[in-house]
T-cell receptor
């Protein structure tokens, strides 16, 4: 089966600092990756995606880095805000989307 | 808001019963994927429908079945409910099978 894992189940950061959430995947055939944010009681919300022909993609305050050599994905959030507190999932796609377990991000005001 | 709606929002059933969950996809999207999310876990892929045909299935038994209608809305049916079926059921709409997915708010199913 697929294995999409996150290195840390919880992460606490001070407001204004940068956050980095990591994700490892096991299927070298995966060619599309998405980061989602899920707040309590809501469905996952799309943050940013990246295809395997890229190694970096930037959005508004977020950057996704893809290292295919070591099968590693990271999400960087700049100037973290209290509203960023949520569970973050990475998802990889080969034949279907596989989601990781999630990292809970807490922003300390 | 993603424009993806699900109904009902909450549901309580007893073991052995059957349940139907519904999802309306975002306008212009022809693909709907269904996921099961247990508490504290990531979503697990159940199956995907693309233009009214099943287009991939995860590791779920046949008592989980689905349907997609000509307007691309979808249903998830679960027969012979078990206690372990208690979870949040999410549907995701996308413009194609391997494209960005937009999730609905989910249906919380509790099996007693």
């Amino acid at each position: 089966g697929e294995s999409v894992g996150l290195h840390l189940p919880t992460l606490s950061v001070q407001e204004g600092d940068n956050s980095i959430i990591n994700c490892a995947y096991s299927n070298s055939a995966s060619d599309y990756f998405i980061w989602y944010k899920q707040e309590s009681g809501k469905g996952p919300q799309f943050i940013i995606d990246i295809r395997s022909n890229m190694d970096k993609r930037q959005g508004q305050r977020v950057t996704v880095l893809l290292n295919k050599t070591v099968k590693h994905l990271s999400l960087q959030i700049a100037a973290t805000q209290p509203g960023d507190s949520a569970v973050y999932f990475c998802a990889e796609n080969s034949d279907q989307f596989y989601f990781g377990t999630g990292t809970s991000l807490t922003v300390i005001p | 808001e993603t424009g993806v709606t699900q109904s009902p929002t909450h549901l309580i059933k007893t073991r052995g019963q059957q349940v139907t969950l519904r999802c309306s996809s975002q306008s212009g999207h022809n693909t709907v994927s269904w996921y099961q999310q247990a508490l504290g876990q990531g979503p697990q892929f159940i199956f995907q429908y693309y233009r009214e045909e099943e287009n991939g299935r995860g590791n779920f038994p046949p008592r989980f079945s689905g349907l997609q209608f000509p307007n691309y809305s979808s249903e998830l049916n679960v027969n012979a409910l078990e206690l372990d079926d208690s979870a949040l059921y999410l549907c995701a709409s996308s413009p194609g099978p391997k494209a960005e997915q937009f999730f609905g708010p989910g249906t919380r199913l509790t099996v007693l």
